[in-house]
């Protein structure tokens, strides 16, 4: 394939900014490397929290975005198991040390050097990206580049999510019915739960769109579910969600919080928390968690609901994911003059 020497990408300069289209060289893959050819992105509510400062110490200037599907168009020395042409995506960990203590212990999502795409190297928002060939996924077949994307992290960490709820969940909150807990709620009920979701008060299309997915309930953040929930998962960044799921769960429950930043939690009674409820985080992914949520994706016919912007529109596109008018997940579609890909 015949490499442009220069490229678009929607760039961050310093938090609190608009992001700046810009022209750069396309980048070239290092050891263990391969380049892509980007075809879409995701966006994320993380990368509305790179661009609005709550993230500490991005690598600036950076071009954001962590859900990325493209074919390989380069590889690096030392890459094995792809090929030019591959279609592949790459999540949010982008790079693992491989050496650390939580990476010998087999939680590389905690690894103590990681590098994080579209936060400390360059993500999506571009024509080409650079990615670290252990963290480039193939991409099942019955996904479309766009329909894809929003499996790299609201999948993704929407999985890890929903596997820390532990086993013998028969009711499943989910606080926040965005982007997550619409991949969520379809793996859930194909698994035989019974899914609850409770949406921004008042937020009638996102409640929508859960009814048609299937839930059994869908009400707002503010009310009480009917029945209580055996676990749930808080993806909303709002903090006073905390003590209300603790509430909504049985004794011995879980609530999980799969959010990178939430606001303060409110103070609660010891009592919420009491007879073995269990309040946990849940930090970035493993490999592991990547290969198996997209399997299951395939294997369950995930649907992924998608408003699609050009590259150029990112900041729209953060934008209505702020203000919260977005059903679903929002995807940059990478245009590329050189047409489609010859691979
Ligand atoms: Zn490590
Ligand atoms: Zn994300």
Known sequence: MLLPDRMHAMVLREPGRLLELEERPVPRPGPGEVLLRVSACGVCRTDLHLVDGELP???????????????????GPGVTGLVPGDRVGVPWLG????????????????????????YTRDGGYAQY?????????????????????????????????????????????????????????????????????????????????ACRLGVDWAGGADEAPPVPLDAAIIFAPVGALVPAALRAVVKGGTVVCGGIHMSDIPAFPYRILWEERVLRSVANLTRADGLDLLAAAARHHIHTET???????????????RAGRLTGAAVLRIGHPEGPSTA
């Open 57 to 75: 110490d991005p690598r600036l200037p950076v071009v954001p975005g962590h859900e990325i599907v493209g074919t390989v168009a380069a590889l």
């Open 129 to 209: 990206a650079v990615a670290d060939h252990r963290y480039a996924f193939r991409i099942p077949e019955g996904y479309d580049d766009v329909a894809a994307a929003p499996l790299l992290c609201a999948g993704l960490i929407g999985y890890r999510s929903y596997r820390m709820t532990g086993e013998g969940v028969a009711r499943l909150g989910l606080y926040g019915f965005g982007a997550a807990a619409h991949i969520v709620a379809q793996l859930a009920i194909a698994e035989g739960r019974e899914v609850l979701a409770f949406t921004k008060p008042g937020d009638r299309a996102a409640q929508e769109l």
């Open 307 to 321: 408003t699609v912007y050009p590259l150029t529109d990112a900041n729209r596109a953060l934008d209505d994911l």
């Open 95 to 118: 790079f693992t040390c491989g050496a650390c203590p939580s990476c010998r212990a087999g939680r590389e999502n905690l690894c103590d050097r990681p590098l994080f795409t579209g």
